[in-house]
Nanobody
């Protein structure tokens, strides 16, 4: 079983920054990628960013590339999402995920509980 716990969400004005943190525990060795999805009100969840720690391969959705950075601390089983230049359209519930993929996007298998991000214009 894998547990994912997100933190770092909050309220910020447009142009501001937030850093999301995900702590992974359990049988994480079975899974090759970790990432972040988000869900806006009334919409489906969408992948924001993901990475493969063993190869340093990263994926970013076009809407966040250049503004968001995904990184990890393998020793601590942590993954981060640094979000800069936040826009109102970035407001969503953000979920940490882990899964098994071949590179690029991360097919989510386990999900965290989510952390809310709001952006005021």
């Amino acid at each position: 079983q894998v547990r994912l716990e997100e933190s770092g969400g909050g309220s910020v004005q447009a142009g501001g920054s937030l850093r999301l943190v995900c702590k992974a525990s359990g049988n994480t060795a079975r899974y090759s990628c970790m990432g972040w999805f988000r869900q806006k009100s009334g919409t489906e969840r969408e992948e924001v960013a993901s990475l493969y720690p063993d190869t340093s391969t990263r994926y970013y959705d076009h809407s966040v590339e250049g503004r968001f950075t995904i990184s990890e601390d393998n020793a601590k089983n942590m993954v981060y999402l640094q979000m800069n230049s936040l826009k109102p359209e970035d407001a969503a519930m953000y979920y940490c995920v882990t899964g098994q993929g071949l590179g690029g996007r991360c097919p989510a298998r386990f999900w965290g509980q989510g952390t809310q991000v709001t952006v005021s214009s």
